[in-house]
């Protein structure tokens, strides 16, 4: 009797301690394959710097992309699809279905979900110069904060309540300490208008997890994204003066622009120029995606945060260096005194991402070089010039 008590407390433990998480392993990885062959993602600002580079991963691994975008920071030839998407579908020989919409206008958005079963949303659609949020602060709350809470609100209408959002380093502030983990204060040290629609928009999130349990929102919290698809198909095409460091490097290399300004020589770093952690775009992209197997994961409750980044700071003088190597073009530049609001250092630490994700960063700085450089130089005014 007893014996038979010992193999039937054995059965029980091998069930109980094996089989039943078997069960649940293969049940999230049938759960997790699923979505990633069938899903449709809508993906807002889809024609955008990062959205290309993100919709271009996405279709590589068998999502359907519905884009929508307003235009406002992109290029399009008329009344047809983005350059950018045409290029996005040169690239993958899939088809982007696109709506030239604006967020904020809830009913032509609520069509867009209406006509098609949306699985999850990237959501990358804001304006994002920080010198510009300072003069026209109301036009970016209303793009930002407006738009997203619109989204998010046509979204919960149809049932959809997953969510990726293009979050920001921005939202640390100055640091506290290095790296920045994602248990760094938020909101604290936001200056400009462009981190705190980020920051507010995080803190929706939020709100919008606590009142109703179906919601799964991904926090991106991106560093520096450069670089370019390494095709030299598509890149990062700012109007007017770019606000970005790399973009400008590359508009001095190709000549476009006259030298460089680097703001501040003093700052208590490797060679007295600001550091940042540079992420190439790439990397970023695939990022979105592994946010997305991660929250189509059952056991994936609430909201998360992460950082995407590569750990790894690299100082103005180190990129401009860089540049001139990947380029082969010496980058004219001059020091001038540093610029208000600027930090010294921000980089990350990215481990969480690394645990949860599955996610490093694995392009190195000569990669992001080369890759822009490729971009620049076959697309000197960028889309433009096609
Ligand atoms: N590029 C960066 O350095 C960086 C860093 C951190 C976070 N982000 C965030 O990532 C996201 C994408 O950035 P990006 O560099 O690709 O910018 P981007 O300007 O290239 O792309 C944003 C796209 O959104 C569109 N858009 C803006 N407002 C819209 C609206 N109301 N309705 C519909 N479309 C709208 C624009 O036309 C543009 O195509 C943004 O949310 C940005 O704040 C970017």
């Known amino acids: 009797m007893l014996h038979l008590l010992y193999k039937s407390s054995y059965v029980f433990m091998l069930f109980y301690y094996a089989i039943i998480p078997l069960g649940y ?5 049938v759960t997790i394959e699923k979505m990633k062959g ?60 696109f709506y030239d919409i604006d967020i904020r206008d809830k009913e032509a958005l609520d069509k867009v979900f209406k006509t098609h079963k949306i699985d999850a949303v990237i959501h990358f ?19 930002n904060i407006g738009g997203s809470s619109t989204l998010f609100e046509v979204m919960a209408n149809n049932g959809v309540k997953k969510l990726v959002f293009s979050s920001s380093a921005t939202v640390y502030g100055d640091p506290q300490f290095l790296p920045i983990t994602e248990l760094h204060p938020t909101g604290q040290g936001c200056t400009n208008p462009y981190g705190k629609t ?30 370019a698809h390494e095709s030299g198909l598509i890149g990062e095409d700012p109007s007017g ?42 990397d970023l992209a695939i990022g979105h995606l592994k946010a997305l197997e991660r929250m189509f994961s059952p056991c994936f409750k609430s909201w998360k945060a992460y950082n995407l980044g590569t750990g790894r700071g690299y100082s103005v003088l180190e990129m401009v260096k860089a540049f001139a190597k990947a380029s082969g073009k010496p980058i004219n530049h001059e020091i001038v005194g540093r610029r208000g609001g ?45």
Not at 89 to 94: L, V
Request: with cysteine; aromatic share 10%; hydrophobic share 35%.
């Open 125 to 143: 659609a804001a304006l994002k110069s920080v010198g510009e949020s300072v003069q026209i602060p109301l036009t970016y709350y209303q793009n």
């Open 342 to 386: 600027d930090i010294a250092e921000c980089y990350a630490d990215a481990t969480l991402a690394k645990i949860d994700l599955d996610w490093v960063a694995t392009r190195d700085i000569e990669a992001m070089c080369r890759d822009t450089w490729n971009w620049q130089k076959k697309n000197p005014k960028g889309f433009h010039s096609s």
């Open 198 to 227: 980020k920051y507010f928009v995080e803190e929706i999130l939020k709100d919008l997890c606590t009142s109703d349990q179906e919601w799964k929102v991904v926090l991106l919290r991106y560093f520096n994204p450069v670089g």
């Open 25 to 29: 392993l293969t049940k999230w990885w």
């Open 38 to 97: 069938n899903s449709t993602i809508l993906v807002t600002g889809g024609a955008g710097y990062v959205g290309s580079h993100t919709v271009v991963e996405l279709l590589n691994n068998n999502y359907t992309v519905i884009a929508v975008d307003n235009l406002v920071n992109c290029y399009s030839s008329g009344n047809e699809k983005p350059e950018a998407l045409k290029r996005v579908e040169k690239i993958t020989g899939e088809t982007v279905t």
């Open 241 to 282: 003066i770019p606000n970005n460091l790399m973009p400008y490097i590359a508009q001095v290399a190709v000549g476009r622009r006259e030298k460089l300004q680097v703001f501040g020589a003093d700052y208590p770093t490797v060679d007295g120029t600001g550091v940042r952690d540079y992420i190439h775009i790439t």
